[in-house]
Antibody, heavy 120, light 107 residues
Framework: QVRLQESGPALVKPSETLSLTCTVTGGSTSSNSHLWSWIRQAPGKGLEWIGVIYYTGNTFYNPSLKSRSVISADRPTNQVSLQLTSATAADTGVYYC????????????WGPGFLVTVSS | DIQMTQSPSSVSASVGDRVTITCRASQGISSWLAWYQQKPGKAPTLLIYDASTLQSGVPSRFSGSGSGTYFTLTISSLQPEDFATYYCQQANSFPLTFGGGTKVEIK
C-alpha cells in the first residue's frame, strides 16, 4: 500500500524559499503508472493545485504559481520535492502531496499534509 | 482555467437524510470529475472519479452523476461519519481546479 509523507521547515520567513519533501513508500516515483502532485490549502479555505511531475521529469504548474514553483523528483530516495520562492504570508497553509494515476488526473492517495507558516 | 462552482456552500442535515451537492464547470469536461471528502484536520480522500465510479472501499450510499458541465454527489442516507466537507475537482485539463467545497453539518 503506497504511503506519502510530507516534511520540511514548518516556519519560513517572508521572501525566503518554502521547501518541502514528499517521501513515498510502498510505491515508486519512477513508475510510468503514476504522477506526483502538490496541492495546498490555506487556513479555513479550499484546495489549490500547485503542480505535477511526470515519471519523465516533465512538470506542469498552476499558472498562478508557475513563476515561483519548482517540483522535482529524486528517484533513488523515492522523494518528490516542492520549492516555492519569494514566500509571503499568503503561502501559509497545509501542503499535501498526492499520487495521480497516469492518464487520469485524480488524487489518490494523499499524504497527511504539512502545515507551513510564513512569518517573520 | 476551468472554474468549478459548488452549491450549496453548506448544508445542515440529520442522520438518515438524503443529501445532494451540485458542481458546475465553466466549460464542458465530459466525465472528468472527482469528488473528495475531507474531515477536519485530515487530508481529502477520493470518493468518486470519472463522475460516477465509486472508489474502492467507499460505501454504496455515495453516488455521483452528470457529464459536461453539471454534476451531482448524492449521499442516500447520511451517516454520522459523513459529516465533513466535500470538494469536486475537474480532471479534464491543466490547471486542475477544485470547487469551493460544501460543508455537511449536523442539524
Amino acid at each position: 500500500q503506497v504511503r506519502l509523507q510530507e516534511s520540511g521547515p514548518a516556519l519560513v520567513k517572508p521572501s525566503e524559499t518554502l521547501s518541502l519533501t514528499c517521501t513515498v513508500t510502498g510505491g515508486s516515483t519512477s513508475s510510468n503508472s503514476h504522477l506526483w502532485s502538490w496541492i495546498r490549502q490555506a487556513p479555513g479555505k479550499g484546495l489549490e493545485w500547485i503542480g505535477v511531475i511526470y515519471y519523465t521529469g516533465n512538470t506542469f504548474y498552476n499558472p498562478s504559481l508557475k513563476s515561483r514553483s519548482v517540483i522535482s523528483a529524486d528517484r533513488p530516495t523515492n522523494q518528490v520535492s516542492l520549492q516555492l520562492t519569494s514566500a509571503t504570508a499568503a503561502d501559509t497553509g497545509v501542503y499535501y502531496c498526492a499520487r495521480v494515476v497516469t492518464g487520469q488526473n485524480y488524487f489518490d492517495p494523499w499524504g497527511p499534509g504539512f502545515l507551513v507558516t510564513v512569518s517573520s | 482555467d476551468i472554474q468549478m462552482t459548488q452549491s450549496p456552500s453548506s448544508v445542515s442535515a440529520s442522520v438518515g437524510d438524503r443529501v445532494t451537492i451540485t458542481c458546475r464547470a465553466s466549460q464542458g469536461i465530459s466525465s472528468w470529475l472527482a469528488w473528495y471528502q475531507q474531515k477536519p484536520g485530515k487530508a481529502p480522500t477520493l470518493l468518486i472519479y470519472d463522475a460516477s465510479t465509486l472508489q474502492s472501499g467507499v460505501p454504496s450510499r455515495f453516488s455521483g452523476s452528470g457529464s459536461g458541465t453539471y454534476f451531482t454527489l448524492t449521499i442516500s442516507s447520511l451517516q454520522p461519519e459523513d459529516f465533513a466537507t466535500y470538494y469536486c475537482q475537474q480532471a479534464n485539463s491543466f490547471p486542475l481546479t477544485f470547487g469551493g467545497g460544501t460543508k455537511v453539518e449536523i442539524k
